[in-house]
C-alpha cells in the first residue's frame, strides 16, 4: 500500500511503513478491499498526498472519514466527483467562501484544484467501508495522519492549518503555533455550521496570512470549465 504514496511524502513518513501498527493497517485495508465495497476507488488512497507534495503545501485542512455513499470519495478530504450532489458540509463550505471573498459558489464538488496550489486536503481516517461511517477508524490510519501532520510541523514552517470543530482541533494539538498560522472554528456540517463556521472567514484568514509570508494566497474559485468545453466542442 505504501508504494502509491508519492517520492516527497515517503521521504518522510518512511519509518511509519515499518511500524507493527502500518502493517497490521495494511493487512486490514487489503483484506476489506477484497471482501467489502470500500471507499475511495483503492487507487485513490493517498491521492491527497499525491496530489499535494510535501514540500508545495501551504495550507492543511483536516477532515475526519472519507464519505462513505457510493461514487463520492475521491481521496481529497470534503471533496466530491463533480458529478455528485453536494454534501450538506461542503455546500456551508461554499456558502462561507461566497460570504468570505465574494466569488461565486461553484458547481464543481472536486477541490483538486486547491490540491494542486498547495491545499492538502486530508482526513484522519483514509479509507471507510459503504454506508458504514467510522468503520476503519481506530485501525491505524489516525496514527498514521498524526505523524504526517508533526512531519509537517516540524519540518516545514509558516504553514496554514484550518481546524473546523473539535475533532479536528484535537487532533491538531501537535501543531507548533508557533511556526506555523492556526485557524479554528466549528465544523461546516449543518449539525454546527450556525455555532461558529459561517462568519468565520478561513479562506481571507489563510490568504492574508500567506500574502504577509511573502507567499503566493490560493485561488479559492473553483471555475467550471464544462460550459466552455460544450462550447469548444
Known amino acids: 500500500m505504501n508504494k502509491n504514496i508519492s517520492d ?3 521521504a518522510n513518513l518512511e519509518t511509519e511503513f515499518e511500524k507493527p501498527y502500518f502493517k497490521q493497517l495494511e493487512h486490514f485495508v487489503d483484506t476489506e478491499y477484497q471482501e ?3 471507499y475511495p476507488p483503492q487507487e485513490f488512497i493517498f491521492k491527497a498526498f499525491n496530489t499535494c507534495p510535501f514540500e508545495d503545501i501551504k495550507v492543511v485542512i483536516l477532515g475526519q472519514d472519507p464519505y462513505h455513499g457510493p461514487k463520492q470519495a475521491n481521496g481529497l ?13 461542503l455546500r456551508n463550505i461554499y456558502k462561507e467562501i461566497n460570504k468570505d471573498l465574494k466569488i461565486p459558489i461553484s458547481s464543481k464538488g472536486n477541490l483538486e484544484d486547491w490540491a494542486k ?3 492538502l486536503l486530508i482526513n484522519a481516517t483514509l479509507t471507510v467501508r459503504a454506508n458504514e461511517a467510522g468503520s476503519h ?3 491505524g490510519w489516525e496514527e498514521f495522519t498524526d ?12 504553514l496554514v492549518f484550518i481546524l473546523w470543530g473539535s475533532y479536528a482541533q484535537k487532533k491538531g494539538i501537535q501543531i507548533d503555533s508557533r511556526k506555523h ?4 472554528s466549528a465544523h461546516p456540517s449543518p449539525l454546527s455550521a ?3 463556521f459561517f462568519g468565520s472567514k478561513p479562506f481571507s484568514q489563510a490568504n492574508n496570512y500567506l500574502i504577509k509570508q511573502g507567499l503566493e494566497p490560493i485561488d479559492w474559485e473553483l471555475k467550471d470549465n464544462t460550459a466552455q468545453k460544450r462550447l469548444d466542442l
Open 8 to 10: 516527497s511524502w515517503k
Open 36 to 38: 467489502n465495497e470500500i
Open 77 to 89: 478530504a470534503f471533496s466530491v466527483n463533480d458529478e455528485m450532489r453536494f454534501p450538506p458540509s
Open 117 to 119: 496550489q498547495g491545499v
Open 137 to 139: 477508524q481506530k485501525k
Open 147 to 158: 505523524a504526517a501532520i508533526k512531519a509537517l510541523s516540524e519540518k516545514r514552517e509558516k
Open 181 to 184: 498560522h492556526i485557524i479554528k
Open 194 to 196: 450556525h455555532r461558529g
